[in-house]
């Protein structure tokens, strides 16, 4: 059975794709190879490596849950001529897999081959806008909205098509194209997401609208949904363990898996004792945007409203030599660059580079966390109970309004 398998049976549009072109799949045989699947993701979560307390374990089968989550999201409100629009992903701080990153918004637009497409409106107060065009998974074309001509009130147009426009254009390409914007804020509490529309311009290509009937997409559905949750467990865990315990890998370019080509991500992975802390150390990037994160054994972001899992430009303390550090650790050591590993014992960890000079490597130490105090500047910022109690409510209030229906 192959309706949703293939190299990149571990995306979510892999179901959209398999109810358009997957094949015939007995309904009943459809199902059982989703529980089959199912069976063999639950396996992998309990004897995989990374498993290693009653923590890591329950995220891994409430991991299952949100792909599941994702991949039924996609099959239920899949639709062969979707209504032209942008809006949001089912990526947010609930639904989490593959490390989205803690300060974006992500919104995105489903287009068809062949057609042009006009997106305007304004944008916004994000500390970074950018669209990317994209072909399945490979990037088309990335442009920053602040380097398209815009007016002085942030409003702007791009075009989208395969011929080139005079003017803001992004190229798209392949039989079903995308759109995606990201927005990612500094500010949690005063930035805001562009309001973007799009809509086709020119005459239409295909004058008959595409139509799938139901009793040959819901089983193709199934079996791509059961590939998809599968197969995206076993990519990020492959994926998230090439770098080394403790360690980063050199930022290298990752726009063949969907990133952004200004994103220049530094990507690491950490695994602490409840007694251990590690120091990470950098001198901060200059550019854009960049930003600390956080991840579970799972490859999901860790609650970012809930915990101080991720820190930008804007909310990270600098010291006194100009160096950022933060202090990875399971208790709060009352240092303001804190990020809470949340209680499990290994995951991801990011330093995300969009657009800056450098793209740096954090110096790592791995160090008892009785002896934080001794490892540290004397002049490293601070924080009480209190005040850390009064930043997690701001981020918890923050976190709730930006994905607030």
């Not at 089912?90 to 990153?101: H, K, P």
């Not at 109970?385 to 309004?401: G, I, K, N, T």
Request: net charge negative; glycine share 8%; charged share 25%.
């Amino acid at each position: 059975m192959s309706a949703g398998q293939g190299p990149l049976a571990w995306l979510p549009h892999s179901i959209a794709e398999a109810s358009l072109t997957g094949e015939d799949v007995d309904p009943a045989q459809a199902w059982s190879h989703l529980m089959s699947r199912l069976e063999s993701a639950a396996e992998i979560v309990h004897n995989d490596q990374v498993t290693r307390n009653r923590i890591d374990l329950a995220a891994g089968m409430r991991h299952l849950l949100v792909l599941l989550a994702a991949g039924i999201d996609e099959a239920l409100r899949f639709d062969a001529d979707p209504i032209l629009s942008v809006q949001r992903t089912s990526t947010d701080d609930i639904v989490s897999w593959g490390m989205e990153c803690p300060d974006c918004l992500y919104t995105r637009a489903a287009l068809r081959g062949g057609e042009s497409y006009r997106l305007f409106g304004n944008r916004g107060t994000a500390r970074y806008v950018g669209l990317q065009t994209m072909n399945g998974i490979a990037s088309t074309a990335n442009e920053l909205v602040d380097e398209l001509d815009i007016d002085k009130d942030g409003n702007f147009e791009v075009i989208l098509s395969a011929a080139q426009h005079d003017g803001n254009w992004m190229r798209i390409d392949g039989d079903h194209p995308t759109l995606t914007v990201r927005h990612f804020f500094y500010d949690w509490d005063t930035e805001q997401p562009s309001s973007l529309q799009i809509e086709r311009v020119g005459p239409p290509v295909a004058a008959e609208k595409p139509t799938v009937a139901l009793d040959a997409s819901v089983p193709r559905q199934l079996v791509a949904l059961g590939d998809f949750v599968h197969d995206n467990l076993q990519f990020f865990l492959q994926f998230g363990g090439a770098p080394p315990a403790n360690g980063f890998l050199p930022p290298i370019d990752r726009t063949a898996m969907g990133a952004a080509a200004e994103n220049k991500p530094v990507i690491g992975r950490w695994e602490l004792a409840p007694d251990e802390a590690l120091i990470l150390e950098v001198e901060p990037p200059q550019g854009v945007y960049w930003s600390y994160s956080l991840g579970n054994p799972w490859w999901e972001t860790i609650h970012y409203g809930r915990h101080q899992s991720s820190l930008n430009a804007h909310q990270a303390a600098v010291d006194s030599d100009g160096r950022v550090r933060v202090v990875l650790s399971e208790r709060d050591p009352g240092i303001a660059n804190w990020l809470d590993t949340a209680g499990y014992s290994n995951g991801a960890m990011i330093l995300r580079c969009v657009r800056t000079e450098t793209a740096p490597t954090p110096q790592v130490r791995l160090v008892s966390f009785d002896d934080l105090g001794s490892e540290l500047p004397a002049d490293t910022t601070r924080i009480t109970p209190d005040e850390r109690s009064a930043v997690l409510e701001r981020r918890r209030r923050a976190v709730h309004e930006r994905f607030r229906v």
